[in-house]
């Protein structure tokens, strides 16, 4: 593996027991209110009863496993073995542990490492694509995943906001995808609550929306929509504020800005 995808891998094996045990994802919380997928997902993507999916870089399956509840049979797919492990562990507390499956891969592997399987659904969640250096090899991954018809939920922080420090102030970071010049984090703090990190390098690359799509219908797929959000989950800045219903924008009587955006893609029959 590219020695910058070891020291990212590290990193997040170090955040899963962080993550697990935090306010942030509320573990206990989400077992026992036992949500579904968002509306918005819902609206998106339809009733998955009887269908496949898989959710790539699902860390440790908390969003894969909605799905399930919503009765999909899904794969979560993570490089993490820690992650992948905490997932297994969530599915038998959960009781979705028949209509889930986890396997440890890096998502360039996904392919040969679920044995050329194709599903109904490719599933992104948020915070994926940022942690992968080239996003043209990342669409050819989800063109051999899909079945015929089968089709692309991607909803990720907008490459925009990935311009910016983190106190959102200044641009220096690229908009398109520099493979070879990544960003560079030494932190010890993470996106959730908890204690501190014991690895703290990170490597971190943005895609443009236009890569993005370009990665997309360059493998055959067919763009279906792509819907850019004034919206986001996690306090991508620190003047974000939240809403009623729980979503990070912009204060009132700011410019709006692009903080989340939304795929939908198909392969064709």
């Known amino acids: ?9 590290e990193n997040w094996n170090d955040r899963v027991r962080i993550h697990a045990e935090s306010r942030f994802y509320n573990v206990e919380g989400w077992l026992l209110k036992a949500p579904g997928p968002p509306t ?3 609206e998106a993507l339809g009733d998955l009863e009887g269908k ?29 073995l820690a992650a992948i492990d905490e ?16 396997v440890c891969a890096n998502v360039y592997d996904a392919p040969r490492a679920l044995s050329g399987e194709r599903f109904d659904v490719v599933y992104i969640s948020l915070g994926a694509l940022c942690w992968l250096p080239d996003v043209s090899k990342w669409g050819a991954v989800v063109a051999d995943l899909l079945a015929p018809g089968g089709r692309l939920y991607l ?13 959102g102030e200044q641009v220096i970071y690229s908009y398109f995808e520099e493979p070879d010049n990544p960003s560079v984090s030494d932190s010890a703090s993470t996106y959730t609550d908890g204690e501190e990190l014991s690895v703290t390098i990170t490597y971190e690359w943005n895609h443009s929306i236009g890569e993005i799509v370009a990665a997309l ?11 850019e959000h004034d919206w986001t989950l996690f306090q991508r800045f620190p003047w974000l504020v939240e809403t009623t219903s729980g979503l990070l924008v912009v204060p009132e009587g700011r410019p709006r800005i692009p903080l ?3 795929v939908l893609a198909h392969s064709p029959d």
């Open 1 to 9: 593996m590219d020695a910058r995808l070891e020291a990212n891998l």
């Open 40 to 42: 918005w997902e819902i």
């Open 52 to 80: 496949t999916l898989v959710h790539l870089q699902c860390h440790f399956g908390m969003d894969t496993l909605q799905w399930a509840r919503a009765g999909a049979t899904v794969t979560g797919l993570d490089f993490s």
């Open 87 to 102: 997932a297994k562990a969530l599915a038998e507390r959960a009781g979705q542990s028949e209509r889930a499956s986890f």
């Open 155 to 167: 909803h990720d922080g907008h490459p925009f906001t990935s311009c910016f420090d983190d106190d």
């Open 217 to 227: 219908i360059g493998r055959g797929l067919v763009l279906d929509s792509l819907t």
């Open 260 to 262: 989340s955006f939304t």
